[in-house]
């Protein structure tokens, strides 16, 4: 097993990996829009959703995988009124993929997130 992290003060204080990879598999914990270096984020939507994927991306890629390798996607969105607004964005970072996928509408642990994203991914043998 390998834990990767972004180094988010999230994952310290709360206690968890960003991915942990295990027997070809790539479990990424939901992520929200933060520049996790910065713990900036963005205002709209859309932008959250470009950057947490981003995040997921760079975590994937740590894990020898990437985003055309997600079997997987959970979306948790607290309005489901501004889901749409995230659907060109997905949709692009998922074209290859076309993982299975859920959309949940429930409360995130800070109001200004708007979209949490979870992926489970394989790595390519």
């Known amino acids: 097993m390998r834990h990767i992290t972004t180094g ?12 942990v990879v295990v027997d070809g598999w790539v ?5 929200t829009g933060y520049d996790y270096a ?6 709209s939507i859309a ?8 995040t997921i991306d760079r975590a994937l890629q740590d894990a020898g ?12 969105v607290p ?12 949709s692009a970072a998922f074209a290859a993929a076309r993982p299975a996928a859920t959309m949940v509408s429930a409360g995130l642990q ?14 390519p043998a």
């Open 8 to 19: 988010s003060s999230f994952e310290t204080q709360i206690g968890y990996s960003r991915a």
């Open 27 to 31: 479990f990424v914990a939901g992520t």
């Open 38 to 43: 910065t713990m900036a984020i963005p205002d």
């Open 47 to 54: 932008d959250k959703c470009r950057n947490a994927l981003a």
């Open 65 to 76: 995988s990437g985003l055309d390798h997600v079997v997987r996607v959970n979306y948790i």
């Open 79 to 90: 309005d489901a009124d501004q889901w749409p607004d995230c659907w060109p964005v997905v």
């Open 110 to 123: 800070n109001p200004e997130m708007l979209i949490e994203i979870e992926v489970t991914a394989r790595v």
